[in-house]
């Protein structure tokens, strides 16, 4: 036994149908670029929940979800002076996206290619894991146009992007139709993704047991349906009028 | 019961296959399908044709030497049960069946039904044994088991190998068979010795010919001798295990 594996590990004579492996050893390993997925794709299912709670304070005024924004840009202050936690934590965001996306897009050639030429009947009605790939590259495109949007106020922002006002910015973007219903359909999406995302971060990461399996399985629906929900509450109110600048 | 059974002919594994349709007028609610194929083959002998090449043994589902795609879902419409315990009884007058052979990128198509899976065996030889001295017997209860561990040991050592788990994953991954020894092994004391070698070696070998697994859960449904999909998660976990550890057990 050894992991050099590209050929037969024993020294028996090599019955006629056995062959040696004639693909080479994967590289990066399926199972590190598994792991990878789980490891980044954690850290954005805890982004998104404190996004969320964030986003949420809309509801409460102005003036506090102003001042929540003000408080994001001097994190940590004294102790990191300046925006220094807010770049940093933007590079750990940045670098788990890049390995996120590469890792996925890098296990899907590889699913595709071990699938052969023939398509498979599903059985298994989970909308999520088939998905995945491309919920996950049009949540992609979401990110760029909601950095553009709402962080730098840039090409697809709402005419009036002030960088103090997050408040004024949100509620202006949200009152165009189109952008609302973007953002919900992309909520919709991210609700499909994380659902099956948060399923996957178990298996990825080795949970076996049966508790463990069906405790993250419940929580996993429960997370996405809170994200999409809560998330979506927002362009339906400014649509509707319940919240505007002012 | 009169059935149209779409076969999947191919001559050899570079020839091009297709779907060769054949009425079977006589078939019985009580057939196997491999009855039901020895019975397409009665009628194609009869009438001077090639049979179709299609594997069997015990025909009693210990062995996992059949394996046909049915309709598109492995071994046949019910679920956990081998080809060979699979009956017409599941299908209507008048009905088209389509058999085909397991697919996978993994599982090149030897003639007909038969597909190579070897890709199996290699994972196997990477590391699915135990490196004991095989003579004499011991004493029975020199190493003690638990009741439970050797019952969970069981479960996952129920695999019989036939690859029905590659042919039903949408991405040809062959996670649950190979999670399925990992955790067979890691549950016995003479398995445990070379448990996170074996995880290095068997993952790597894995690798080479099956695809990744997505969690889609297919694999435990076709599964036919009922491996729990937490074999899946087995896999990372022992390799993972071998990784933060670096030893040899």
């Given at each position: 036994?050894?992991?050099?594996?590209?050929?037969?590990?024993?020294a028996?004579?090599?019955?006629?149908?056995?062959?040696?492996?004639?693909?080479?050893?994967?590289?990066p390993?399926?199972?590190?670029?598994?792991?990878?997925?789980?490891?980044?794709?954690?850290?954005?299912?805890a982004?998104?929940l404190?996004?969320?709670a964030g986003?949420?304070?809309?509801y409460?005024?102005a003036?506090?979800?102003?001042?929540?924004?003000?408080?994001?840009?001097?994190?940590?202050?004294?102790?990191?002076?300046?925006?220094?936690f807010?770049w940093?934590?933007?590079?750990?965001?940045?670098?788990?996206?890049?390995?996120?996306?590469?890792?996925?897009?890098?296990?899907?050639?590889?699913?595709?290619?071990?699938?052969?030429?023939?398509?498979?009947?599903?059985?298994?009605?989970?909308?999520?894991?088939?998905?995945?790939?491309?919920?996950?590259?049009?949540?992609?495109?979401?990110?760029?146009f909601?950095?553009?949007d709402?962080?730098?106020?840039?090409?697809?922002?709402?005419?009036g992007?002030?960088?103090?006002?997050a408040?004024?910015?949100?509620?202006?973007?949200?009152?165009?139709?189109?952008?609302?219903?973007?953002?919900?359909l992309?909520?919709?999406?991210?609700?499909?993704?994380i659902s099956?995302?948060?399923?996957?971060?178990?298996?990825?990461?080795?949970?076996?047991?049966?508790?463990?399996r069906?405790?993250?399985?419940?929580?996993?629906?429960?997370?996405?349906?809170?994200?999409?929900?809560?998330?979506?509450?927002?362009?339906?109110?400014?649509?509707?009028?319940?919240?505007?600048?002012? | 019961?009169?059935?149209?059974?779409?076969?999947?002919?191919?001559?050899?594994?570079?020839?091009?296959?297709h779907?060769?349709p054949?009425?079977?007028?006589?078939?019985?609610?009580?057939?196997?399908?491999?009855?039901?194929?020895?019975?397409?083959?009665?009628?194609?002998?009869?009438?001077?044709?090639?049979?179709?090449?299609?594997?069997?043994?015990c025909?009693?589902g210990?062995c996992?030497?059949?394996?046909?795609?049915?309709?598109?879902?492995?071994?046949?419409?019910?679920?956990?049960?081998?080809?060979?315990?699979q009956?017409?009884?599941?299908?209507?007058?008048?009905?088209?069946?389509?058999?085909?052979?397991?697919?996978?990128?993994?599982?090149?198509?030897?003639?007909?039904?038969?597909?190579?899976?070897?890709?199996?065996?290699?994972?196997?030889?990477?590391?699915?044994?135990?490196?004991?001295?095989?003579?004499?017997?011991?004493?029975?209860?020199?190493?003690?088991?638990?009741?439970e561990?050797?019952?969970?040991?069981?479960?996952?050592?129920?695999?019989?190998?036939?690859?029905?788990?590659v042919?039903?994953?949408?991405?040809?991954?062959?996670?649950?068979?190979?999670?399925?020894?990992?955790?067979?092994l890691?549950?016995?004391p003479h398995?445990?010795?070379?448990?996170?070698?074996?995880?290095?070696?068997?993952?790597?070998?894995?690798?080479?010919?099956?695809?990744?697994?997505?969690?889609?859960?297919?694999?435990?449904?076709?599964?036919?001798?009922?491996?729990?999909?937490?074999?899946?998660?087995?896999?990372?976990?022992?390799r993972?295990?071998a990784?933060?550890?670096?030893?040899?057990?």
């Amino acid at each position: 036994m050894s992991s050099e594996t590209t050929y037969r590990p024993d020294a028996d004579p090599i019955p006629s149908a056995a062959r040696p492996a004639a693909t080479p050893a994967p590289f990066p390993p399926t199972w590190a670029l598994k792991v990878t997925m789980a490891v980044t794709g954690s850290i954005f299912v805890a982004f998104i929940l404190f996004h969320l709670a964030g986003n949420l304070k809309v509801y409460i005024g102005a003036e506090d979800f102003n001042h929540y924004a003000e408080w994001l840009r001097h994190l940590l202050n004294p102790l990191i002076p300046g925006s220094g936690f807010l770049w940093a934590f933007r590079a750990v965001m940045a670098i788990s996206l890049v390995l996120h996306v590469y890792s996925g897009i890098t296990l899907w050639v590889r699913a595709r290619r071990a699938r052969g030429a023939h398509a498979r009947r599903f059985l298994v009605r989970r909308l999520g894991s088939r998905t995945m790939i491309w919920t996950g590259l049009i949540v992609l495109c979401f990110i760029v146009f909601h950095i553009l949007d709402l962080t730098v106020g840039k090409i697809v922002a709402a005419p009036g992007f002030a960088p103090d006002d997050a408040y004024s910015n949100l509620i202006h973007s949200f009152e165009r139709p189109a952008v609302a219903l973007f953002y919900g359909l992309t909520m919709a999406l991210i609700a499909v993704h994380i659902s099956h995302g948060i399923w996957s971060v178990v298996n990825d990461l080795g949970g076996t047991g049966t508790r463990l399996r069906a405790v993250v399985f419940a929580l996993a629906g429960a997370i996405a349906v809170v994200v999409a929900v809560a998330n979506l509450s927002i362009p339906i109110a400014v649509q509707l009028g319940f919240l505007t600048v002012g | 019961m009169r059935l149209i059974l779409e076969v999947w002919r191919q001559a050899s594994p570079q020839a091009q296959g297709h779907f060769e349709p054949y009425e079977i007028a006589d078939a019985r609610e009580e057939m196997s399908l491999l009855e039901l194929l020895d019975r397409l083959n009665h009628q194609l002998i009869e009438a001077n044709q090639d049979p179709v090449a299609f594997e069997s043994d015990c025909r009693e589902g210990i062995c996992g030497t059949c394996g046909i795609d049915v309709n598109g879902t492995p071994h046949g419409p019910e679920d956990n049960v081998p080809a060979c315990g699979q009956h017409v009884r599941s299908f209507h007058d008048g009905d088209t069946v389509r058999i085909e052979p397991f697919r996978a990128a993994g599982f090149t198509i030897i003639r007909d039904l038969i597909v190579d899976r070897t890709g199996l065996d290699r994972i196997i030889q990477a590391g699915g044994t135990v490196a004991v001295d095989a003579g004499t017997a011991m004493d029975a209860d020199s190493v003690l088991v638990t009741h439970e561990q050797s019952e969970q040991a069981l479960d996952f050592a129920a695999c019989i190998g036939c690859g029905a788990c590659v042919s039903a994953c949408p991405n040809g991954a062959a996670y649950l068979f190979t999670g399925a020894k990992l955790k067979h092994l890691s549950l016995m004391p003479h398995g445990r010795m070379e448990r996170g070698k074996r995880a290095v070696s068997m993952v790597a070998q894995m690798e080479h010919e099956f695809g990744p697994c997505s969690q889609i859960g297919e694999c435990a449904l076709a599964c036919p001798a009922g491996v729990p999909l937490s074999a899946i998660a087995t896999v990372n976990a022992e390799r993972l295990r071998a990784m933060l550890r670096h030893r040899d057990n």
